[in-house]
Each structure stands twice: as structure tokens, then as C-alpha cells.
């Protein structure tokens, strides 16, 4: 079982920004592709970005493309997600994944965005 500590959200007016953290033991870390999720209310779970273990390839959902940015620093054991131009629809408990098999995920952070 991976422990994954989540960090970051909170309430942020409309255009605002925010920077999510994920941190996880150090041993397997390095060896796993990483996500980020998040489910609104009422909503499925929907995947928002992810990015390899070396962090060279990156994939994002279409409404986040160009707005949020996922990276990691394999020397610190965390991973990021820079949300910038936040909206009101981007407003959902936001999840860490790790892709061990199976995937485990953090308990999640609250990010509201307000107009």
C-alpha cells in the first residue's frame, strides 16, 4: 500500500491560480507514471492529466489543455499539477494516482473556484 499525500487546493476566485503537490515514498516513486484526477459532485471520476515516470511524455483532458501544467521532481517525490486560469467548472475534489498495479490514489484535496 503507497501512501499518497495530496496538498494545495483550496478556494480561488475565477482566472486565479493554484498549485497542487503529491508526494510518495521515495522507493517506488521513480518507477511509475503518475495522475491526477478529479470528480465534482454528482460527476464520474475523470482523469486531468498524467505524466510518465521520467517525466518526459505528458497527456491532458481537452478542458484543461493549455491551462494546467503536470511535472515532477523525482528527487523530492512529488508531483505537481499548476492550474492557471482556473473556472468554475474546474471545481472538484482533485486525486494523486500512482499507476503501481493495481493504481492506488490519495485521499484527495477540495479546489472551489468562485466567479
Known amino acids: 500500500q503507497v501512501q499518497l499525500v495530496e496538498s494545495g487546493g483550496g478556494l480561488v476566485q475565477a482566472g486565479g491560480s493554484l498549485r497542487l503537490s503529491c508526494a510518495a515514498p521515495?522507493?517506488?516513486?521513480?518507477?511509475?507514471?503518475m495522475g491526477w484526477y478529479r470528480q465534482a459532485p454528482g460527476n464520474q471520476r475523470e482523469l486531468v492529466a498524467i505524466i510518465t515516470s521520467g517525466g518526459r511524455t505528458t497527456k491532458y483532458a481537452d478542458s484543461v489543455k493549455g491551462r494546467f501544467t503536470i511535472s515532477r521532481d523525482n528527487a523530492k517525490n512529488t508531483v505537481y499539477l499548476q492550474m492557471n486560469s482556473l473556472k468554475v467548472e474546474d471545481t472538484a475534489v482533485y486525486y494523486c494516482?500512482?499507476?503501481?498495479?493495481?493504481?492506488?490514489w490519495g485521499q484527495g484535496t477540495q479546489v472551489t473556484v468562485s466567479s
Open positions: 521515495g522507493r517506488i516513486f521513480t518507477i511509475y507514471a
Open positions: 494516482n500512482i499507476k503501481t498495479l493495481p493504481e492506488q
